[in-house]
């Protein structure tokens, strides 16, 4: 069956140090992955976008790693702030121009001052 | 701020009765997917419009449909409501043509409450 599961559920980290989520999938061949942060009763907001071909993007303290042979998306948030606490989701795309997503369940993340 | 307004922020329904959710896309934007979102869960796809057609579907049955008008703007109705569609509704807009990006711009949601 199909699955996308994310490291764990709840994350806690000092500021100021890395966090690392992790997205693995199952019985998928994505076109691409995608990282999206959502705030308690907000919608998702997208963070960063990695295509198959792709093994790493950064856009500022965010990194993203795709390794399609291990099935897995790293996502990295350096130098970590207490206002980077929130719940972080990875996506998968199937097929490149059509739009719908498969959503893993979530890492919520709390930088602890 | 997404652009993308959905409304009503907040209802709650009984048991076999009819929601129609409403959304406004963001400007420029041809294409609107609805999600629906359990608590603890990630969004799951429930349909695509694009050109005021349905052009994508996810596993959720006939009694969820939708409309795409002439502005862009979409409803999702539900139909013959169950204590399990109590969720976070959520639509997002994006632009079809740009065949790598798939970004999607998220409103913040509906929530649904069945009882």
């Known amino acids: 069956s199909q699955k996308i599961e994310q490291n764990s559920e709840a994350l806690n980290i000092q500021e100021g140090k890395t966090a690392t989520l992790t997205c693995n999938y199952t019985n998928y061949s994505p076109a691409y992955l995608q990282w999206y942060r959502q705030d308690p009763g907000r919608g998702p907001v997208f963070l960063l976008l990695?295509?198959?071909?792709?093994k790493e993007k950064r856009k500022e303290r965010l990194k993203v790693t795709f390794d399609t042979t291990l099935k897995q998306s790293l996502f990295h948030i350096t130098a970590s702030q207490p206002a980077d606490s929130a719940t972080y989701l990875c996506a998968l795309g199937t097929q490149t121009g059509a739009n719908n997503l498969f959503f893993g369940t979530g890492t919520r993340l709390t930088v602890i001052p | 701020e997404t652009g993308v307004t959905q409304s009503p922020t907040h209802l709650i329904k009984t048991r076999g009765q009819q929601v129609t959710l409403r959304c406004s896309s963001q400007s420029g934007h041809n294409t609107v997917s609805w999600y629906q979102q359990a608590l603890g869960q990630g969004p799951q796809f429930i349909f695509q419009y694009y050109r005021e057609e349905e052009n994508g579907r996810g596993n959720f049955p006939p009694r969820f449909s939708g409309l795409q008008f002439p502005n862009y703007s979409s409803e999702l109705n539900v139909n013959a409501l169950e204590l399990d569609d109590s969720a976070l509704y959520l639509c997002?807009?994006?632009?079809?043509?740009?065949?790598?990006?798939?970004?999607?711009?998220f409103g913040e949601g509906s929530r649904l409450t069945v009882l």
């Open positions: 997002a807009s994006s632009l079809v043509g740009d065949s790598h990006s798939g970004e999607l711009f």
């Open positions: 990695i295509r198959e071909n792709e």
